[in-house]
């Protein structure tokens, strides 16, 4: 919040100059309209709204630290400079018109950062907007603090188990990825007084981290601890980068009829959806990406073909069972929309090896469930209700963690009986440290020869 007063005034001088330009600017040029900051711990986000597409130019300097974003042929309005967050790395803003006819917004920064911009076009509620994401320069700090317990673990193994000749496995803590969905950019689905579902559903997620971090054994990650918008993939990426156990997303539905309402629980499906319902949610779901703004590049990335791994399947089940669960238990406190779990393609629970759900808590565009949803007591008897069904889940399956000879390298391995293949692994390694043998692994799992590919999922008898 620090900034807040800087970029007030900055905002206020850049107006009035603004208005003065505006008098000569040509007819054909693009009106700004207003400018979105969301100044998250591990990106800060810019967002220019457009009248209508313009060109821009983005360059960084030292010495202080600023980032400069030149927006071409703008025809400018009074606006609003929107909320600031504070987190980030925003110190201030400002602007001025330059002799060509350009707009020249200078950020000054707390320290030095890399910046990257795209524009989009119009989109649900929004029209054109330039897009200028800024991460700092020095790592992803708040991944580390997040994921610390596995990677302590590991370094903190004592030189004595050097000696130790035979690997083993130890229970570890269980960490559940919580996603509040939306966020930033993009406000998810909105309740006829005006709710937001990003709001609420951060809300919900902190109750339920709270809980998870309560119960011993259990760490909680927040994808999403603020409001900015992380991109779907980048979630599931977060995630991993965490070691997770199961992944829930967490979310309130939206629909045109205000009568619908209820609670519901989705999971993924690789081959069609279970129902047109679900079908269509997805779509939406999975749009957050086109309203909240990613880069195209962000698109293609390696998770796309591992989708399609058989190694999947294994995590889905196990997802429907969690799934299950947490339905369960929505159920003695809500409504049910659908009394089983549903099925579609969820970009968001694309994780190619992680038990992953996406809780519909309710319909904000109810507008009795959107009154509940406002209130903290709803939010925290709904996050009871899916830790509840999360913690009768790992009542069933306990994680483990390989621990090999050196006492070094963790690997998470899930109980009742399966593998998820790493980089390294090889059949009679892990028949000896499974205890079987390779012919029995091979038979088990339907193997044709001694080959594994990395993120394959075995069976172990
Ligand atoms: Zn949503």
Redesign the pocket.
């Known amino acids: 919040m620090k900034g807040l007063a800087t970029i007030r005034n900055g905002w206020g001088a850049w107006l009035a100059m603004a208005a003065l330009a505006a008098l000569c600017a040509p007819a054909s040029a693009a009106e700004l309209r207003d400018v979105r900051v969301w100044d998250g711990p591990q990106n800060t986000r810019v967002v220019f709204d457009l009248s209508d597409a313009a060109s821009h130019q983005v360059f960084t300097l030292e010495n202080p630290a600023r980032v400069v974003i030149d927006l071409a042929d703008i025809r400018s309005s009074a606006l609003d400079p929107g909320a600031v967050g504070g987190e980030g790395l925003l110190r201030g803003m400002r602007s001025a018109r330059q002799p060509d006819g350009r707009l020249r917004v200078v950020l000054d920064l707390q320290r030095s950062a890399r910046t990257s911009s795209f524009a989009l076009s119009p989109q649900a509620q929004y029209g054109h907007r330039i897009v200028v994401d800024l991460k700092p320069e020095a790592g992803d700090e708040g991944l580390a603090t997040e994921t610390a317990p596995t990677a302590a673990a590991a370094s903190s193994a004592p030189e004595a188990s050097v000696q130790q000749p035979a690997a083993r496995l130890e229970q570890k803590n269980i960490i559940i990825a919580i996603d509040a ?2 966020g930033g950019e993009d406000p ?2 909105l309740g006829p007084s005006g709710l937001k ?1 990003k709001d609420v ?1 951060l809300s919900i997620s902190r109750r339920l981290a709270t809980l998870v971090d309560a119960e011993p054994g259990f760490k909680a990650v927040m994808i999403r601890r603020g409001d900015y918008y992380i991109g779907l993939r980048e979630r599931v990426r977060k995630a991993r980068a965490a070691q997770a156990d199961l992944f829930v997303s967490i ?2 539905n939206g629909f045109t009829d205000s009568r619908v309402r209820g609670s519901s629980v989705y999971t993924l499906s690789p081959n069609g959806a279970s129902s047109e319902q679900a079908r269509w949610l997805a779509k939406r ?1 999975n749009e ?1 990406d086109l309203v909240g703004g990613i880069e195209l590049a962000d698109k293609e990335d390696t998770l796309a073909h591992v989708l399609l791994d058989i190694s999947q399947s294994a995590a889905i089940e196990a997802s429907v069972d969690a799934g299950k669960r947490v339905l369960q238990s929505l159920g003695q406190l809500n409504k049910l929309q659908r009394g089983e779990v549903q099925r579609a393609g969820f970009m968001v629970l694309k994780a190619p090896d992680i038990p992953s759900m996406l809780v519909e808590t309710a319909f904000i565009t109810n507008p009795g469930e959107e009154r509940k949803l406002g209130s903290g007591a709803f939010q925290q008897r709904i996050a009871d209700s899916i830790f509840e069904g999360i913690h009768s889940y790992f009542e069933n399956y306990r994680p483990l963690r390989y621990v090999d000879a050196r006492g070094g390298a963790t690997t998470a391995a899930v109980e009742p009986g399966i593998h998820t293949v790493q980089r390294g692994d090889t059949l009679s390694e892990l028949a000896q440290r499974y205890r079987t043998d390779s012919r029995r692994l091979r038979q088990v799992n339907d193997l044709d020869s001694d080959m594994l590919r990395v993120g394959q999922v075995l069976q172990i008898p």
């Open positions: 969905g939306h998810g689905a579902e559903v979310h309130a779901e957050a």
